[in-house]
């Protein structure tokens, strides 16, 4: 298997701290996350004004996914050709671009380019900023790092609904996409301070690598897309189901829209509150310490949830959705930054990131299938046993 990223020097430990560095690292994710949580609530509700059915409206949120989906390869050539910085430029300026089509346009495909612009944008930024800390960010220090800049990026798309509610009630609902805008460009000018990182020099008395393409990629590490791949595949179908578990089975307990988004949100306050304290746990014990206790407990409060009755349990097992959560954030990215290489870093990454988008997507498709065709219950009770294999195949393949 080729080997994964050089690890940092003791010297490089010594001179480096993460508070040094938190503007221009993490601020851009703090203003894209935003940008992006400040018109997801609103897209379905616009484009019902544009005419569309309910599930126009929800494939119009869907085309978000679609749209970073099938970027990932290309995100991946886009960084190896420009670089890192002007990637996060060209992310921050492109979904900018692609909420200035949503809110300036009347017509129903023009709003749907728009938001398939934004899912673009998401690929490229997602990458680039990986590939940037990883390269960035001594080792012993990286998965404090990962996991900060997923647990900053998650508190952005936490508080977006609630500057763009502001914005909507005191001047209509395209204001929405106006603190987007801001917001998406603003980690573009953040974006565009961050000094460019160099080309790795090739080790003493060593050839210059050969140039990297997508295939020679997957031919060199498809033992670790294989394994370890579908692992984060599995990650990513669970994480993407939780958010539908809970509202889903708050509706079905029949209570109200309120006590539902209430729970909902104490599940997600959980969820960013432990980010750093996993990081520093996978810093310091290893990978699997966080990785696999975040799906056990996932899996075992989703297998406890259709025991549920009431508002008090429904909240405790939702906590435990979002502690289980919470504790994996940034593990998919660390997980990828460890056994990328050094030269051709962004392929890998692409590659690696497609994996966990396919995950994404099909996760709440299956939760669908199963529940129109057995019970939501038992959709649930199967996303719970998809974790523990998720567990399993983790604590087996990341390294000792």
């Known amino acids: 298997?080729?080997?994964?990223?050089?690890?940092?020097?003791?010297?490089?430990?010594?001179?480096?701290?993460?508070?040094?560095?938190?503007?221009?690292?993490?601020?851009?994710?703090?203003?894209?996350?935003?940008?992006?949580?400040?018109?997801?609530?609103?897209?379905?509700?616009?484009?019902?004004?544009l005419g569309a059915s309910v599930p126009i409206a929800a494939l119009m949120v869907a085309l978000i996914g679609i749209g970073s989906l099938l970027s990932n390869i290309p995100a991946s050539l886009i960084t190896m050709r420009w670089g890192e910085r002007w990637a996060i430029v060209a992310a921050g300026v492109w979904s900018g671009l692609g909420m200035l089509l949503c809110v300036g346009t009347s017509h129903l495909g023009l709003f749907a380019a728009g938001c398939f612009m934004v899912g673009m944008s998401q690929a490229v930024y997602?990458?680039?900023?990986?590939?940037?800390?990883?390269?960035?960010?001594?080792?012993?220090?990286?998965?404090?790092?990962?996991?900060?800049?997923?647990?900053?990026?998650?508190i952005g798309m936490f508080g977006g609904p609630f500057l763009a509610a502001a914005a909507v009630h005191a001047f209509g609902l395209a204001a929405a996409y106006w603190v987007g805008i801001a917001a998406v460009l603003g980690a573009a000018l953040v974006g565009a301070r961050i000094p460019d990182l160099e080309a790795p020099p090739p080790a003493t008395g060593q050839a210059a690598p050969a140039s990297t393409t997508?295939?020679?990629?997957?031919?060199?590490?498809?033992?670790?897309?294989?394994?370890?791949?579908?692992?984060?595949?599995?990650?990513?179908?669970?994480?993407?189901?939780?958010?539908?578990?809970?509202?889903?089975?708050?509706?079905?307990?029949?209570?109200?829209?309120?006590?539902?988004?209430?729970?909902?949100?104490?599940?997600?306050?959980?969820?960013?509150?432990?980010?750093?304290?996993?990081?520093?746990?996978?810093?310091?014990?290893?990978?699997?310490?966080?990785?696999?206790?975040?799906?056990l407990i996932m899996g075992l409060?989703?297998?406890?949830?259709?025991?549920?009755?009431?508002?008090?349990?429904?909240?405790?097992?939702?906590?435990?959705?979002?502690?289980?959560?919470?504790?994996?954030?940034?593990?998919?990215?660390?997980?990828?930054?460890?056994?990328?290489?050094?030269?051709?870093?962004a392929h890998f990454l692409g590659v690696w990131r497609l994996m966990s988008d396919i995950g994404s997507s099909s996760g709440p498709a299956l939760l669908s299938f199963l529940a129109a065709s057995l019970s939501l219950g038992a959709g649930i009770a199967v996303t719970g046993l998809i974790a523990f294999t998720a567990a399993a195949v983790l604590a087996y393949w990341i390294p000792r």
Do not use: C
Not at 2 to 29: C, E, K, N, Q, Y
Not at 302 to 328: E, R
């Open 301 to 345: 409060a989703m297998l406890m949830m259709p025991l549920t009755s009431g508002v008090t349990t429904l909240l405790l097992a939702a906590l435990a959705i979002g502690f289980g959560n919470g504790i994996g954030s940034g593990m998919i990215m660390t997980i990828g930054a460890d056994h990328s290489p050094r030269h051709g870093r």
């Open 1 to 49: 298997m080729p080997t994964p990223s050089t690890p940092s020097t003791p010297s490089d430990h010594a001179s480096f701290s993460l508070w040094r560095i938190a503007v221009p690292a993490f601020g851009p994710s703090l203003l894209f996350g935003l940008g992006e949580g400040a018109i997801l609530p609103i897209v379905p509700l616009t484009a019902r004004d």
């Open 126 to 154: 997602n990458l680039a900023r990986q590939s940037y800390m990883t390269e960035a960010v001594p080792l012993a220090y990286r998965a404090r790092a990962l996991s900060t800049l997923g647990g900053v990026m998650r």
């Open 214 to 295: 997508i295939l020679s990629t997957l031919r060199d590490h498809r033992r670790v897309f294989l394994t370890l791949g579908l692992g984060v595949l599995l990650v990513s179908a669970v994480r993407a189901s939780r958010q539908a578990v809970i509202p889903l089975w708050a509706d079905h307990l029949a209570l109200a829209p309120s006590t539902a988004s209430l729970v909902y949100g104490l599940a997600g306050g959980v969820d960013m509150l432990v980010f750093y304290p996993a990081g520093k746990v996978m810093d310091h014990k290893g990978r699997r310490w966080v990785a696999v206790p975040s799906m």
